[in-house]
């Protein structure tokens, strides 16, 4: 299918998120579907990462974009430092394979701070600190 210019820079603007059932239970098609989203500019992440620590190997084999580390690890985190390691990790792996990391869920600014700082590079909310708003 031919794209006009104007309809591929729209595209390229998409971003789509699948969730992390699908580096389990459907890896295969989760790979053709990147990969043909990537033809068309468009990225392509995975949501609700890391509540299945099984999935973590299946990402060297996908053409993806980022991740969203599920809320359950980002609530708090600058109070857990079990939760901190576990994303330094995440982070580790997300470097090598260049891709981005978004925290689910973010609530406060402290919690964002020490995402920041473990090298996540985006957020979903709601902050509800004012500094944050």
């Given at each position: 299918?031919?794209?006009?210019?104007?309809?591929?820079?729209?595209?390229?603007?998409?971003?789509?998120?699948?969730?992390?059932?699908?580096?389990?239970?459907?890896?295969e098609?989760?790979?053709?579907?990147?990969?043909?989203?990537?033809?068309?500019g468009?990225?392509?992440?995975?949501?609700?990462?890391?509540?299945?620590?099984?999935?973590?190997?299946?990402?060297?084999?996908?053409?993806?974009?980022?991740?969203?580390?599920?809320?359950?690890?980002?609530?708090?985190?600058?109070?857990?430092?079990?939760?901190?390691q576990?994303?330094?990790?995440?982070?580790?792996?997300?470097?090598?394979?260049?891709?981005?990391?978004?925290?689910?869920?973010?609530?406060?600014?402290?919690?964002?701070?020490?995402?920041?700082?473990?090298?996540?590079?985006?957020?979903?909310?709601?902050?509800?600190?004012?500094?944050?708003?």
């Amino acid at each position: 299918m031919l794209l006009s210019q104007q309809e591929s820079a729209s595209l390229q603007r998409l971003w789509l998120e699948v969730n992390e059932h699908a580096l389990i239970d459907d890896v295969e098609s989760l790979a053709t579907f990147a990969a043909e989203m990537h033809r068309h500019g468009i990225k392509v992440g995975i949501e609700h990462f890391y509540r299945q620590i099984g999935s973590m190997s299946k990402l060297y084999d996908l053409p993806l974009d980022y991740l969203k580390i599920d809320s359950t690890f980002v609530h708090e985190i600058n109070q857990h430092s079990g939760n901190q390691q576990l994303v330094k990790a995440v982070v580790g792996i997300a470097r090598n394979l260049d891709l981005m990391l978004i925290a689910e869920m973010v609530r406060t600014d402290a919690e964002w701070q020490q995402l920041e700082q473990l090298g996540l590079t985006g957020a979903t909310g709601p902050i509800t600190d004012s500094k944050a708003n």
